[in-house]
Each structure stands twice: as structure tokens, then as C-alpha cells.
């Protein structure tokens, strides 16, 4: 139909597509190069450091060294307790407000509405000076709850539980009221259940979030036993540095980033449309 | 209330335990509400009034005092921070332009689903799930002058690399770089989810008005994507403020103040300076642009909820 003009017109889709290959051939050399060096032998000297090629026998020597030098299993366990603790009370807070603004007609509605949504830019860690001095002061410096306490509220998880709680039909709330539910029944049985994927949705999201986290835990955390992970990792590669670190920072590296890449490999489609969801819609 | 309605019938066809519930709710809203806002005042409406008035006092051998507008006078009279706006300025546009541009690329290409697609996606937006702090300690390597990744494959390709974040006229495009590397598919997602609220008609017609691939992303696309372009366009602009990880573990703001940003400038002035003043005025500057920023995205928001009801 468009055949003359075939010769340019029809020429931009490919050269797109084949930009957009090399983009993301591009895109994956880091993730190449951290692999190929976490598993190369530190004998091969630093000349061979920058080859993408994994020319060796793989070792697991650098996993040992980094292993030995920052306690991960411990970074480990901290960041999970963090992550965790910060979700668990996250669903109770939202679940309860968004049931409010989904759900009750109450005088000042929209307003405290707004007074939620200013959280989605006023974001804690744009206010890290006044936190960091409430969280002293509640005696929480050094502590994982401190690092977890100004997460516990979530704007983008109260309008997404409103969003997905309104669409619930009401019928089956009076239903269960004249069973004689009570409220903390209704959100309980009713609205948490049938609301499972914009839970898991929050879920991935402030997960990841909270896994990446890096200045705000930096700047609470002291002892080197509470560290989160990403601390952890911090204060490994720049005390690692240095010609032939390179392949125990990789494989530090390789141990912090590989949970989430697993589960993103294993759950890829969930993990977009969280995203896409947090997206506020 | 219960004993009213049981002593006389209700009037009205609804059962009447109806009412005494509907009233109970109401004062419940503030009870469901007050979890969520002891967080809220505690971590962001007090720190936001706390930090306003910290902007405008100064701690002097253990007293306050009132000391007017002289933080912010000595925050721009210090060039550090004088730095740090600039800089900022530029790598707001230097990342959130190419960003934007690549994303729209990168979902326009990859919008029919397909196996290759799928996986050209995923390994695209993988870097948005890794801590910015671990792609910091990669790009350490990356950016090593002489034997680093960089300097390696621009040497076989016969170029001359250069010292990406130790050179001060660089250093910023350098973290530019790996922001866009980093953000890029975060970003594609949304104008992928734009595009698929695309009526295929919309695109078929054009087609066979004979119009060419530019005038159909032109025409047809674009006017369509609005509404993802400007949610991206707040998510980029509020990374851009409020994510410094990678300033942390690769330059720490210099080589001569070249990468210093807002948020690393209150760190420093705040954790390493202890002057609370200056991190607070440093602050307030920085919220006047998040509450711009806020007041732009919900009269968004407003609009689309109107448009859905």
C-alpha cells in the first residue's frame, strides 16, 4: 500500500530496532563484566580485569574473600528485618486509612486526602536533618527501627489500597454486617483479600525500594552490626580498593544485587506491572 | 441509640441498625486514620516545619538564636552550595531529557509482545532493581582511567579515554551517564503502559491516510502519551533531587565541587560540618522545588480523577 515509500519509511522501524538491540547489549555490560570478574581468578593480574570474556577456570575465591571481609549473612539479615518490619507495618497503616477514604464519608475527607498525598514528594529522605533528630530523640540512632520508622506511613500504598478498596462492591460489606462483622472484620476478610494484587503490587515495590535504600540507614546506622546491606556494601568497596580488589568487589556486589535480579528473573511479569502500577493511575 | 431504634420502628424502609453504624463510622475515620498520621506528623509535616525553623535560627555555644534570613545568605555566599544548584540544574536536564528520549524509544520499539521483546525489556529495566550504591561500586571499575572497562574497549576501538570521574569538566557527565543507565528503563515501563491504552484503530487509520512513521508517532502517539509524559516527567525530576548515592561512593561531590548536589551538600553540611543551619536552609531550598513539584503532579492527578468519574 505504501510501497513508494518503502525505501526510507519503512527503513526507521529497523534501524530503531536494531539501535534498540545494541541498547540493550550495552545496557547488560555491567551486569557481564560483574559476573566474568567475580569468578576470575585474582592471578590473571589487573591488565585482565577489563576483558568481558571469561577466559579461566571460574573460581569462588573472590565470593570467599568478600565473604570473609564484610559479615554479609549478618547485612543479610539485617536489611530483611528491615524490608519486612517496614512492609508488615506499612499494610496495617494503609489498610486501615484507605479504608477510611475509600469507604467512610467523614468531615475534612479530601483535605486529610491532601495531607496524605504530600508525602509522595516531601519524601523522608528530602527531610533526612529534622529525622535524623527525632530519631535520636525517641532514643532510635543506631537502631534498625529508626531507619524503619519514617516509612511506616505510605501515601503511595493508602491511594493505591483506596483505589483498589473502592472497586470492591459494597453489597458484600452490608452482607457482612448484618452477619454482625465488625470493621476490623470487613478489612480483614473482605477488602485485603479481594485486594491481593494491588497488595503484592505495594509489596514489590516497597520492597525493592527499601532494599536499595542507601543514605538514610548510612546516616542512623553507627555499630557495624546493624548494618543493612547496602551499607555494608558501601563501606566494603571503599575499604577494597586497591588493584587486585576488583574481583572481591564484584563478587560483593554480585552477592547484594543477586536476590532481587532472582526474583525479578523468576517473577518478571509481576515485578513490571507493580511498577507500572506504582505509576499512581 | 441501639435502645431508641429497638423502642420505636424506624420509620424508613432501610433496617435501623443502619444508622447507628453509618454515625460510628464517622468518628472511626479519624481512628483508622491516626496510625498513618502519627508517622506522617512525626516524619514529614514536623521535620518540614522543623527544618523551616532551624533554617532560621543558629546554634551558638549552646543557645539559639534568631538569626533572620543569614543561613541562606551564607549557603549562596558559599560557593559549594553555589555549586551544588548549578550542578543540580544540569544533571536535571543533562539525565531527565536523554532519559525521557531513550524510554519513549525503547517502548515504542519494544511495544508488541514477543519473547525477544519481553527479554529486550527486562534486561533494560534490570538496572532499575539494583541498588544505586552497587552500580556505584561497579561503575568504579568502569570508570578507572587506564585499565577500566571504559578506557579498555575505547582503547581496542582505537579512542583515547579519560579520567571519567576525576576530571572536574566530566565528572558530572560521568554520573549523568550512569543515571540515565540506570533510570532509563524504569521509565520505558510507564510509556509502555501508555502505549498500550492506545486504540489500534487510532494508529490503523493513519495508516491508511498513507501516513508516514514520524507523522504517526508524531500525530497519533505522542498526543496519546501525555498523561505518562508528564508522570515521568515528576518521577524523573524527584530522583533527580532526592537520590545521591552514587555521588557518595564515587566522587563525594568533587573532583573540585564538579558533582556536588542539593541533598549531598545538606549531608555534608549536616554530618560532616554539624552546621544545621546551613543543611536546614539547604533544605528549604530544596523543598520549595519538591513542593512545586507536588502542586504540578496532584493538579494532575486531580484532572484524571475528575476525567474518570
Same mark, same amino acid.
Given at each position: 500500500?505504501?510501497?513508494?515509500?518503502?525505501?526510507?519509511?519503512?527503513?526507521?522501524?529497523?534501524?530503531?530496532?536494531?539501535?534498540?538491540?545494541?541498547?540493550?547489549?550495552?545496557?547488560?555490560?555491567?551486569?557481564?563484566?560483574?559476573?566474568?570478574?567475580?569468578?576470575?581468578?585474582?592471578?590473571?593480574?589487573?591488565?585482565?580485569?577489563?576483558?568481558?570474556?571469561?577466559?579461566?577456570?571460574?573460581?569462588?575465591?573472590?565470593?570467599?574473600?568478600?565473604?570473609?571481609?564484610?559479615?554479609?549473612?549478618?547485612?543479610?539479615?539485617?536489611?530483611?528485618?528491615?524490608?519486612?518490619?517496614?512492609?508488615?507495618?506499612?499494610?496495617?497503616?494503609?489498610?486501615? $486509612?484507605?479504608? /477510611? +477514604? !475509600?469507604? &467512610?464519608?467523614?468531615?475534612?475527607?479530601?483535605?486529610? *486526602?491532601?495531607?496524605? =498525598?504530600?508525602?509522595?514528594?516531601?519524601?523522608?529522605?528530602?527531610?533526612?536533618?529534622?529525622?535524623?533528630?527525632?530519631?535520636?530523640?525517641?532514643?532510635?540512632?543506631?537502631?534498625?527501627?529508626?531507619?524503619?520508622?519514617?516509612?511506616?506511613?505510605?501515601?503511595?500504598?493508602?491511594?493505591?489500597?483506596?483505589?483498589?478498596?473502592?472497586?470492591?462492591?459494597?453489597?458484600?460489606?452490608?452482607?457482612?454486617?448484618?452477619?454482625?462483622?465488625?470493621?476490623?472484620?470487613?478489612?480483614?476478610?473482605?477488602?485485603?483479600?479481594?485486594?491481593?494484587? $494491588?497488595?503484592? /503490587? +505495594? !509489596?514489590? &515495590?516497597?520492597?525493592?525500594?527499601?532494599?536499595?535504600? *542507601?543514605?538514610?540507614? =548510612?546516616?542512623?546506622?553507627?555499630?557495624?552490626?546493624?548494618?543493612?546491606?547496602?551499607?555494608?556494601?558501601?563501606?566494603?568497596?571503599?575499604?577494597?580498593?586497591?588493584?587486585?580488589?576488583?574481583?572481591?568487589?564484584?563478587?560483593?556486589?554480585?552477592?547484594?544485587?543477586?536476590?532481587?535480579?532472582?526474583?525479578?528473573?523468576?517473577?518478571?511479569?509481576?515485578?513490571?506491572?507493580?511498577?507500572?502500577?506504582?505509576?499512581?493511575? | 441509640?441501639?435502645?431508641?431504634?429497638?423502642?420505636?420502628?424506624?420509620?424508613?424502609?432501610?433496617?435501623?441498625?443502619?444508622?447507628?453504624?453509618?454515625?460510628?463510622?464517622?468518628?472511626?475515620?479519624?481512628?483508622?486514620?491516626?496510625?498513618?498520621?502519627?508517622?506522617?506528623?512525626?516524619?514529614?509535616?514536623?521535620?518540614?516545619?522543623?527544618?523551616?525553623?532551624?533554617?532560621?535560627?543558629?546554634?551558638?555555644?549552646?543557645?539559639?538564636?534568631?538569626?533572620?534570613?543569614?543561613?541562606?545568605?551564607?549557603?549562596?555566599?558559599?560557593?559549594?552550595?553555589?555549586?551544588?544548584?548549578?550542578?543540580?540544574?544540569?544533571?536535571?536536564?543533562?539525565?531527565?531529557?536523554?532519559?525521557?528520549?531513550?524510554?519513549?524509544?525503547?517502548?515504542?520499539?519494544?511495544?508488541?509482545?514477543?519473547?525477544?521483546?519481553?527479554?529486550?525489556?527486562?534486561?533494560?529495566?534490570?538496572?532499575?532493581?539494583?541498588?544505586?550504591?552497587?552500580?556505584?561500586?561497579?561503575?568504579?571499575?568502569?570508570?578507572?582511567?587506564?585499565?577500566?572497562?571504559?578506557?579498555?574497549?575505547?582503547?581496542?576501538?582505537?579512542?583515547?579515554?579519560?579520567?571519567?570521574?576525576?576530571?572536574?569538566?566530566?565528572?558530572?557527565?560521568?554520573?549523568?551517564?550512569?543515571?540515565?543507565?540506570?533510570?532509563?528503563?524504569?521509565?520505558?515501563?510507564?510509556?509502555?503502559?501508555?502505549?498500550?491504552?492506545?486504540?489500534?484503530?487510532?494508529?490503523?487509520?493513519?495508516?491508511?491516510?498513507?501516513?508516514?512513521?514520524?507523522?504517526?508517532?508524531?500525530?497519533?502517539?505522542?498526543?496519546?502519551?501525555?498523561?505518562?509524559?508528564?508522570?515521568?516527567?515528576?518521577?524523573?525530576?524527584?530522583?533527580?533531587?532526592?537520590?545521591?548515592?552514587?555521588?557518595?561512593?564515587?566522587?563525594?561531590?568533587?573532583?573540585?565541587?564538579?558533582?556536588?548536589?542539593?541533598?549531598?551538600?545538606?549531608?555534608?553540611?549536616?554530618?560532616?560540618?554539624?552546621?544545621?543551619?546551613?543543611?536546614?536552609?539547604?533544605?528549604?531550598?530544596?523543598?520549595?522545588?519538591?513542593?512545586?513539584?507536588?502542586?504540578?503532579?496532584?493538579?494532575?492527578?486531580?484532572?484524571?480523577?475528575?476525567?474518570?468519574?
Amino acid at each position: 500500500m505504501s510501497r513508494r515509500r518503502f525505501d526510507l519509511d519503512d527503513l526507521w522501524p529497523r534501524f530503531g530496532r536494531v539501535a534498540v538491540i545494541a541498547a540493550a547489549v550495552l545496557w547488560t555490560v555491567p551486569f557481564i563484566w560483574m559476573i566474568v570478574s567475580a569468578f576470575r581468578p585474582s592471578d590473571q593480574g589487573a591488565a585482565a580485569m577489563a576483558s568481558l570474556i571469561p577466559d579461566y577456570r571460574p573460581t569462588l575465591d573472590n565470593f570467599r574473600e568478600a565473604w570473609a571481609d564484610a559479615n554479609f549473612p549478618l547485612y543479610y539479615l539485617n536489611t530483611t528485618i528491615m524490608v519486612a518490619g517496614i512492609l508488615a507495618v506499612q499494610i496495617v497503616t494503609m489498610s486501615l $486509612a484507605a479504608y /477510611a +477514604f !475509600a469507604r &467512610v464519608k467523614f468531615p475534612g475527607r479530601t483535605v486529610f *486526602f491532601y495531607l496524605f =498525598l504530600a508525602q509522595l514528594m516531601l519524601v523522608p529522605i528530602a527531610l533526612l536533618v529534622p529525622n535524623l533528630a527525632t530519631v535520636a530523640r525517641l532514643g532510635l540512632y543506631d537502631t534498625l527501627l529508626g531507619v524503619m520508622a519514617p516509612y511506616f506511613a505510605t501515601a503511595f500504598g493508602t491511594f493505591l489500597m483506596r483505589q483498589a478498596f473502592r472497586t470492591i462492591p459494597t453489597e458484600l460489606e452490608e452482607a457482612a454486617v448484618l452477619d454482625g462483622a465488625r470493621w476490623w472484620h470487613l478489612i480483614r476478610y473482605i477488602y485485603l483479600p479481594l485486594s491481593k494484587p $494491588a497488595l503484592i /503490587a +505495594f !509489596a514489590i &515495590v516497597s520492597v525493592s525500594a527499601h532494599w536499595n535504600e *542507601f543514605l538514610w540507614p =548510612l546516616m542512623v546506622i553507627n555499630s557495624p552490626d546493624n548494618r543493612p546491606l547496602t551499607v555494608g556494601l558501601a563501606m566494603f568497596t571503599m575499604g577494597a580498593e586497591g588493584a587486585q580488589a576488583w574481583g572481591v568487589n564484584a563478587a560483593g556486589t554480585f552477592l547484594v544485587i543477586a536476590p532481587l535480579l532472582i526474583c525479578f528473573a523468576l517473577f518478571q511479569r509481576r515485578f513490571i506491572n507493580s511498577f507500572v502500577t506504582s505509576g499512581l493511575k | 441509640m441501639s435502645q431508641i431504634s429497638i423502642a420505636r420502628p424506624a420509620p424508613i424502609a432501610f433496617p435501623s441498625r443502619f444508622k447507628p453504624l453509618a454515625v460510628n463510622l464517622n468518628l472511626r475515620a479519624y481512628f483508622l486514620l491516626a496510625p498513618s498520621l502519627v508517622f506522617l506528623v512525626a516524619f514529614t509535616y514536623w521535620p518540614v516545619l522543623q527544618v523551616l525553623w532551624q533554617a532560621l535560627h543558629q546554634q551558638d555555644s549552646g543557645h539559639t538564636v534568631f538569626v533572620g534570613l543569614a543561613n541562606f545568605t551564607a549557603i549562596f555566599a558559599d560557593s559549594a552550595f553555589r555549586n551544588a544548584l548549578v550542578n543540580n540544574l544540569i544533571y536535571a536536564v543533562a539525565t531527565v531529557v536523554p532519559s525521557l528520549i531513550l524510554a519513549l524509544g525503547f517502548a515504542i520499539t519494544l511495544q508488541q509482545s514477543s519473547w525477544v521483546n519481553g527479554l529486550l525489556r527486562s534486561l533494560i529495566f534490570a538496572p532499575v532493581l539494583v541498588p544505586l550504591i552497587a552500580v556505584s561500586s561497579l561503575f568504579l571499575f568502569i570508570f578507572l582511567p587506564g585499565i577500566g572497562l571504559l578506557d579498555h574497549y575505547l582503547a581496542m576501538l582505537g579512542l583515547a579515554g579519560a579520567n571519567w570521574v576525576g576530571d572536574p569538566d566530566i565528572a558530572l557527565y560521568s554520573i549523568v551517564g550512569l543515571t540515565i543507565w540506570k533510570n532509563a528503563g524504569y521509565y520505558m515501563l510507564f510509556f509502555l503502559a501508555g502505549l498500550q491504552a492506545i486504540p489500534a484503530e487510532a494508529g490503523e487509520i493513519a495508516m491508511i491516510e498513507g501516513a508516514s512513521h514520524w507523522q504517526r508517532l508524531r500525530y497519533v502517539t505522542l498526543p496519546y502519551l501525555h498523561n505518562s509524559l508528564a508522570f515521568v516527567l515528576v518521577i524523573a525530576l524527584l530522583n533527580v533531587v532526592t537520590q545521591v548515592d552514587h555521588i557518595f561512593v564515587l566522587t563525594k561531590g568533587g573532583p573540585s565541587e564538579s558533582t556536588n548536589l542539593l541533598l549531598f551538600y545538606v549531608y555534608q553540611q549536616a554530618v560532616e560540618h554539624y552546621d544545621i543551619g546551613k543543611a536546614s536552609a539547604a533544605t528549604v531550598v530544596s523543598l520549595v522545588f519538591l513542593l512545586g513539584l507536588s502542586a504540578v503532579s496532584l493538579r494532575r492527578m486531580e484532572q484524571s480523577a475528575e476525567a474518570q468519574t
